[in-house]
């Protein structure tokens, strides 16, 4: 089943996000993105980790977000940090998705929230685990 599941971090303070971020850099691969305004398209770039750092903000729009055979994305749990010093800039940290539940309980994630039609709908986040076996359920009988 094709899956992209989103988990909003804005309950996080400034010294959560920066160990998610170190957590994460640990676990999985670091991917930094420049968006061109007004053109659907971006490219990566490189910084530092301690720029990296130095630029994570509570008040910015961090998130988790689950993929599993979603579009052209690799099945992974991305976390996504907006850069404040550099506009238009996100570094994003992929792990494999077997660490989502390790994520979920050391960063208290109470719910998940997906676009349905036009409107983002949100649901608590034991509901994503029995969605998550009842695709697997059906993966298996298919």
């Not at 910084?47 to 055979?69: M, Q, S």
Request: glycine share 2%.
């Amino acid at each position: 089943m094709t899956m992209e599941r989103f988990f909003s971090l804005s309950h996080l303070t400034l010294e959560q996000l920066r160990e998610l971020f170190s957590d994460g850099y640990e676990m999985g691969k670091l991917i930094i993105e420049y968006d061109r305004p007004f053109v659907q398209d971006y490219y990566e770039i490189v910084l530092p980790r301690e720029e990296i750092l130095k630029n994570i903000c509570a008040k910015a729009h961090n998130y988790i977000v689950f993929h599993r055979d979603f579009e052209d994305m690799p099945n992974a749990t991305t976390v996504a940090f907006p850069l404040t010093e550099h506009p238009n800039t996100t570094a994003y940290v992929e792990v494999d998705n077997t660490h989502l539940k390790e994520l979920a309980e050391k960063y208290h994630l109470t719910e998940w929230w997906q676009m349905e039609g036009d409107k983002r709908v949100h649901y608590p986040f034991n509901m994503f685990y029995q969605t998550l076996v009842s695709a697997s359920d059906t993966r298996d009988v298919n």
